[in-house]
């Protein structure tokens, strides 16, 4: 079989996966990143895109299934912020299957700044209410204002195809956490009782897919990581 024939085999049955997981998966999550362009306006992102200073970001977030959202982004400089829910909405963190969120929300978004690294944003999930009274329960760490900065550098992956130019960063983009991993907020990890090796990550064009081959019976947490210079 010649090369190019290969290839394009190859690449139907990655996208022939990445369907199945869509319409097949019990449990599916969808994470789109969006940079505000020179006119104001919206763009999707590769979620491997190295930002750059001052950029505007926010990100879109569907799920196929009732559930519980907190999202906290721990910043390059180590400062932790809750993202979702937002202040504005109160303790109000109830999302509801095929509809779309806004995170932050609003009118609110990042704006890219601090050292260069990675915006680690911690996104908790649960087809169960958490009960706030559970000891140890927290959607912020309880030392985020004295958190130390991530010694993390992003660099361009040459062996990624890129357009116009971009710099793309194959450790940016949704990850899953393993257990213990020190880098996680200690009391988010505690509260996920599924974890997050039960979860699959997929990326159709540039969205993120992280899907359950079975219906979730507890909360799972997983990351995206936000690369800028």
Not at 21 to 35: D, K, N, S
Not at 82 to 100: M, V, W
């Amino acid at each position: 079989m010649s090369r190019p024939a290969w290839i394009l085999l190859a690449a139907a049955a990655l996208l022939g996966a990445q369907s199945r997981v869509m319409t097949q998966g019990a449990h599916r999550m969808e994470i789109t990143l969006e940079r505000m362009d020179a006119n104001g306006s919206w763009r999707s992102v590769d979620p491997a895109l190295v930002l750059s200073q001052d950029d505007r970001v926010r990100f879109r977030f569907r799920t196929n299934f009732k559930g519980y959202l907190y999202v906290t982004n721990q910043a390059s400089s180590g400062a932790y912020e809750q993202l979702f829910p937002s202040i504005e909405a109160g303790r109000d963190n109830r999302i509801e299957g095929n509809k779309e969120y806004q995170v932050p929300a609003g009118q609110n978004r990042f704006r890219i700044s601090g050292p260069p690294g990675y915006e680690i944003v911690y996104w908790l999930v649960s087809p169960v209410r958490l009960s706030e009274s559970e000891p140890g329960f927290r959607p912020l760490p309880p030392d985020y204002r004295s958190a130390k900065p991530l010694q993390l550098i992003p660099r361009c992956d040459d062996t990624v195809l890129k357009a116009r130019g971009d710099c793309l960063d194959s450790s940016a983009g949704p990850k899953l956490i393993p257990r213990g991993d020190q880098m996680t907020p200690r009391e988010l990890l505690e509260q996920s009782q599924q974890g997050s090796g039960d979860l699959m990550v997929m990326k159709q064009q540039n969205k993120s897919v992280i899907a359950s081959t079975e219906p979730l019976s507890g909360p799972v947490i997983y990351q995206f990581r936000v690369a800028h210079k």
